[in-house]
């Protein structure tokens, strides 16, 4: 049974998502540990409570490299095959990422590369546009950067505020990234340069 870590800073919707898609067979994997840099991330308190192991690494004034090699060390331990990071609001050092590579996910509320960064769904909704959504995609050491495994649209509606907005691109987030990580576990995918082709 593949094993995945999941990294969190805060709420914890997708890590929630991730963990009922285990549960229900819809994933074909184990959570083996949940980790945040943040203390009071509500996700990490979840985690625990449904019995996943749920540990706190802070990284308050720590150097982004040292930081990473605490992270690294734990999801070693729990033998981690995949890590997706589901509001893990860090950049990742090259270290991190050379130790992992393709294997690391993450989940960005705007269609990449419109709108990285905070607040994707402000700039969005700021910007004009009339469709955004979410991207989940194989991380480097870039902010919201490596390619691109699947997309969701969403259109933005004249009545929408960032919350409602929100709302409705997390609802697909929810979907989309039990479907990454079922196709990057499945390794039924090739990467030609940017592009994330399925196989079969
Ligand atoms: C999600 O909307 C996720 O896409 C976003 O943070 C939120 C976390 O929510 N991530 C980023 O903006 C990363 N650049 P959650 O804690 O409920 O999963």
Not at 27 to 45: D, F, H, R, T, Y
Not at 104 to 124: K, R, T
Not at 157 to 175: K, N, Y
């Amino acid at each position: 049974m593949k094993r995945l870590g999941i990294l969190l800073s805060g709420r914890g919707s997708n890590y929630e998502a991730i963990a009922d898609s285990v549960d229900a067979g819809r994933i074909n994997a184990e959570i083996a540990v949940v980790i945040s840099n943040n203390p009071m991330a509500k996700g990490l308190q979840r985690a625990s409570e449904r019995g996943h192991r749920a540990i706190c690494i802070p990284s308050k004034a720590m150097e982004r490299e040292a930081y990473d090699r605490l992270v690294v060390a734990e999801l070693r331990a729990a033998r981690v095959d995949l890590i997706c990071l589901a509001g893990f609001m860090r950049l990742l050092s090259a270290y991190f990422v050379n130790e992992y590579p393709q294997r690391i996910l993450n989940i960005h509320p705007s269609l990449l590369p419109s709108f990285p960064g905070l607040e994707a769904q402000l700039q969005a909704l700021e910007h004009g546009v009339k469709h955004t959504g979410c991207t989940v995609h194989f991380v480097d050491e870039w902010l919201d950067a490596g390619p691109i495994i699947v997309q969701s649209t969403v259109p933005v509606l004249d009545s929408d505020s960032v919350g409602t907005l929100s709302a409705r691109i997390l609802e697909q987030e929810h979907h989309i990234y039990t479907e990454a990580i079922g196709l990057v576990l499945s390794e039924n995918f090739r990467i030609e340069g940017r592009r994330v082709l399925r196989i079969k």
